[in-house]
């Protein structure tokens, strides 16, 4: 977690690396996972992988607590279960109803520890500039209210929100007519691959709603006194708008995106002989 959202920073302390894509051209590439986690080690120690661990790990507590909570305050009735082409309508009002309750669910679970998800992310970014602004979860409670009152807290929860909205439209409905018109019930093995449907639908969506993440990640910890959220790494931004704006212009949208196979960002590339 720590490695990924430092790439998604920006903070590259490592050289890249030489290497060939599938066309066998050379690129540069920058370290993956695992070179920046054994650096991340040589700094830190081991326990450094783990900067931000505990109010991450409070924030995923409150959303599934407020998920569950949610449902039974607010039940969705079941419906009967419907593959037949001809029953499309229904099967598609049952998948916006079913739809449209887990966005609910995802919302306010979303507002409720999106707090605590600020308060990790500051704790991470500090590895750049080796700063102990934030050490634990009250005092950066106290410190984000002194310093920002309550909007503090929710910095960056606007984009986090709508790409929760996508993702799970996109994904869903994305599932449904797949299931629907390219699995024929008649298929032995249709039942399987519904199943998955949805999963592989949601990897595929997941890199497109990137970029919500990646601006709400950064609007956390923008000018918030920490050195990676000030230049030279980032400027002052006026809204997630003009975040977007910003790294749309750089081309870094989807900076962060892959843990592996990091290709050197376009602008930042040169030719190699």
């Given at each position: 977690l720590?490695?990924?959202f430092l790439s998604?920073?920006?903070?590259e302390?490592l050289?890249?690396?030489i290497g060939?894509?599938?066309?066998?051209?050379?690129v540069?590439?920058?370290?993956?996972?695992?070179?920046y986690a054994r650096?991340?080690v040589?700094v830190?120690?081991?326990?450094g992988?783990?900067r931000g661990?505990?109010?991450r790990l409070?924030s995923?507590?409150?959303?599934?607590?407020?998920?569950g909570?949610?449902?039974?305050?607010?039940p969705?009735?079941?419906?009967e279960h419907?593959?037949?082409?001809?029953?499309?309508k229904?099967s598609?009002r049952?998948?916006?109803?079913?739809?449209?309750?887990e966005m609910?669910?995802q919302c306010?679970?979303?507002?409720?520890s999106?707090?605590?998800?600020?308060?990790?992310m500051?704790c991470?970014?500090?590895f750049?500039g080796r700063e102990?602004k934030?050490?634990?979860?009250?005092s950066a409670?106290?410190?984000i209210?002194k310093e920002e009152?309550i909007?503090g807290f929710?910095v960056?929860l606007?984009?986090?929100?709508?790409?929760?909205?996508?993702?799970?439209?996109?994904?869903?409905?994305?599932?449904h007519?797949?299931?629907?018109y390219a699995?024929d019930?008649?298929?032995?093995q249709?039942?399987v691959i519904?199943?998955?449907?949805k999963?592989?639908m949601?990897i595929?969506v997941?890199?497109l709603?990137h970029?919500?993440?990646?601006?709400?990640?950064?609007?956390?910890?923008?000018?918030c006194?920490?050195?990676?959220?000030?230049?030279p790494?980032a400027?002052?931004?006026e809204s997630?708008?003009?975040?977007?704006?910003?790294l749309?212009?750089?081309?870094q949208?989807?900076?962060?995106?892959?843990l592996?196979?990091?290709r050197?960002?376009?602008?930042?590339?040169?030719?190699?002989?």
């Open positions: 720590l490695t990924r998604q920073v920006g903070h302390p050289p890249p690396t060939r894509n599938v066309l066998g051209r050379k540069l590439y920058l370290p993956g996972f695992f070179t650096h991340i040589e830190d120690g081991k326990r992988l783990f661990l505990t109010p409070i995923s507590t409150l959303s599934t607590i407020t998920r909570s949610v449902k039974k305050a607010f969705l009735e079941d419906m419907v593959s037949n082409r001809d029953d499309v229904t598609l049952k998948v916006v109803r079913e739809t449209s309750h609910m669910m306010v679970s979303r507002v409720v999106h707090p605590l998800h600020v308060i990790s500051r991470m970014v500090q750049v102990v934030y050490s634990g979860v009250f409670i106290g410190r209210f009152g909007l929710f960056g606007v984009p986090h929100i709508l790409g929760d909205v996508i993702f799970l439209w996109c994904c869903n409905l994305l599932a007519f797949i299931n629907t699995v019930d008649s298929f032995s249709a039942s519904r199943s998955y449907t999963f592989v949601g595929a997941s890199m709603t970029p919500f993440l990646l601006v709400g990640d950064l609007m956390a910890v923008n000018n006194g920490l050195r990676a959220g000030l230049p790494y400027p002052a931004f997630w708008i003009h975040c977007w704006r910003y749309s212009a750089q081309g949208l989807f900076r962060g995106s892959s592996l196979f990091r050197v960002p376009i602008p930042a590339s040169f030719p190699i002989d």
